[in-house]
């Protein structure tokens, strides 16, 4: 089936029809009804574009500023990386921020399974009171070739892996994200492989970048951009930071990501950003900046080397950068 094969971020982005659209048009999306689930508002803010989604308000998040991390770019306005975003369960259009309200962020708790000392299920609240939240500016890099520069709030994945207390044989960390087919009309596009799943190692879950998010612009995130917590991962491709988790698994099996089981030989477990290897279907040599839409170069590691590239130094035989 083509479209199995060519989901709508695939296609690079000023090719690309928005896939909802192009499948309501040929009768093939279950889901004008679906649409419909995340509220009338929200409906027609996604069918016909508009100003600004309905968006809930976001209360403050206040944390110490970490400047270690300085980006080297201005940041993106909020306006622009709160309204133009890749979240696939509420549509695989960018325009999913009034659709997203819809996500029920509360109660919120996420399972912490495999191999670990206690395996079990601890409430968001209760975990961020055992980690300490702190606020660095990043830079984003899709591999769609888009990028933004957003101040997240959060904590380091460190944390997390220390409060697991993983066993000797894990080694990787396997990242599942919410499924909830009353809230999530994208969900009803059943030929992708739903759940969203990502994962990373432990040597690059325990380094520095890592980070899980909990706000951004100083306030709680958006539901759009993976509320109430999503993993960010600076020097990796966009679609390798989760949105929106419920379970963080250690295994000592390589997972298998959902982008992997739809196209592996283009989004591929390392997904580390290298301006020099093309994308199958596209250069990755520049991005354009969310918000300016100036084009500016690609960085290798997205400019992160310094903190990540050394992860890698044994690996050599392995694809690293698609
Ligand atoms: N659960 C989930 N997480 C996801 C995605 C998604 O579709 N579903 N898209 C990914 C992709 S491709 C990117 S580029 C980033 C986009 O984050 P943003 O919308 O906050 O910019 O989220 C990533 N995380
Ligand atoms: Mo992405």
């Not at 396997?174 to 909830?180: E, G, V, W």
């Not at 799943?197 to 890592?210: D, H, P, R």
Request: glycine share 8%; aromatic share 12%; hydrophobic share 40%.
């Amino acid at each position: 089936m083509l479209i199995h094969r060519r989901p709508g971020w695939s296609i690079p982005e000023r090719e690309a029809t928005p896939e909802a659209v192009v499948l309501a048009r040929r009768g093939l999306l279950g889901g004008v009804g679906a649409i419909a689930m995340a509220g009338p508002a929200a409906a027609q803010w996604r069918l016909f574009g508009g100003d600004a989604p309905p968006q809930q308000d976001l209360k403050p998040l206040p944390a110490p500023h970490n400047d270690r991390y300085a980006p080297g770019r201005e940041l993106t306005p909020e306006k622009d990386s709160t309204t133009y975003n890749n979240f696939y369960e509420f549509g695989s259009e960018k325009s999913v921020a009034g659709a997203a309200q819809a996500l029920v962020v509360d109660p919120w708790s996420i399972e912490l399974a495999g191999m670990v000392a206690k395996p079990r299920s601890i409430a968001l609240e209760d975990l961020l009171k055992q980690v300490h939240l702190e606020e660095r500016v990043y830079r984003h890099r899709c591999v769609e070739a888009w990028a933004m520069t957003v101040p997240w709030t959060g904590f380091p994945m460190a944390e997390l892996v220390k409060l697991a207390e993983p066993t000797s044989s894990a080694k990787y960390l396997r990242f599942t994200t919410l499924m909830d087919r009353k809230t999530m009309p994208g969900l009803t596009q059943s030929w992708y492989p739903w759940p969203y799943i990502e994962g990373v190692t432990l040597a690059e879950a325990t380094n520095e970048l890592a980070f899980l998010s909990v706000g951004m612009y100083g306030k709680i995130v958006p539901r759009q951009d993976g509320a109430p917590i999503r993993v960010t991962l600076p020097w990796k491709y966009g679609f390798k930071s989760a949105k929106s988790i419920v379970k963080v698994e250690f295994t000592d099996q390589r997972p298998v990501s959902y982008w992997q089981q739809l196209q592996d030989s283009e989004y591929g477990f390392w997904a580390n950003v290298n301006p020099e290897v093309p994308h199958p279907r596209w250069s990755q040599a520049e991005e354009r900046l969310l918000g300016s839409n100036e084009m500016v170069k690609t960085k290798i590691w997205n400019g992160y080397g310094d903190y990540v590239a050394a992860l890698y130094d044994g690996l050599k035989n392995e694809r690293l950068f698609a």
